[in-house]
């Protein structure tokens, strides 16, 4: 299956999780495309029809990205919102990415039990929009991994088994 990962952080360079997950995923797959917006558009002018080319040659999209404020990065959502357009992924002769499988692979500043309870709400609530925006554009969601405490003392000892999870997640 041809993957794509939409990385969105916007300083991946000074990323500890999502930098750590590229570099293993590049050592150990290097087949698995990985598509920087920050990187591509740092004048936040993205090409959609170029985005759209790109997306049609994979089978499954992986975003990626820092979890702000429940939600999306920034440059993400306007991607999302320049890209998946109607008549291309969805409406009158929009099915583009209908089959394809979109799923989600996050890290978080908070620790796994702020987002286990109906206070915050669950990752499974906070991730909705995404999952209905998959099924909405005929996209089977594969659901999303996740790195919880990315600044917790004891993120290190944490990382490489998440990484591994995490490869698993992409390739499978």
């Not at 990385?7 to 500890?16: F, M």
């Amino acid at each position: 299956m041809k993957t794509i990962i939409i990385l969105a952080h916007p300083n991946i360079e000074q990323s500890h999780i999502n930098k750590s997950w590229i570099e293993a995923l590049a050592k150990s797959n290097p087949e698995v495309k990985v598509h920087n917006i920050y990187q591509t558009y740092p004048d936040w002018n993205i090409d959609a029809v170029a985005e759209q080319t790109l997306l049609e040659q994979y089978d499954r999209i992986i975003l990626q990205y820092p979890y702000q404020w429940y939600s999306v990065t920034p440059l993400l959502k306007k991607w999302l919102d320049d890209v998946f357009l109607q008549g291309w992924c969805y409406g009158e002769n929009g099915n583009k990415l209908a089959g394809k499988e979109i799923g989600v692979a996050i890290s978080t500043a908070g620790i796994e039990g702020v987002y286990a309870d109906e206070v915050y709400g669950t990752m499974d609530q906070l991730l909705k929009p995404i999952e209905s925006t998959a099924k909405f554009v005929g996209a089977k969601y594969i659901s999303y991994h996740t790195f919880h405490g990315a600044y917790t003392p004891d993120v290190n000892n944490r990382l490489p088994e998440n990484i591994e999870q995490y490869i698993q997640f992409v390739t499978k």
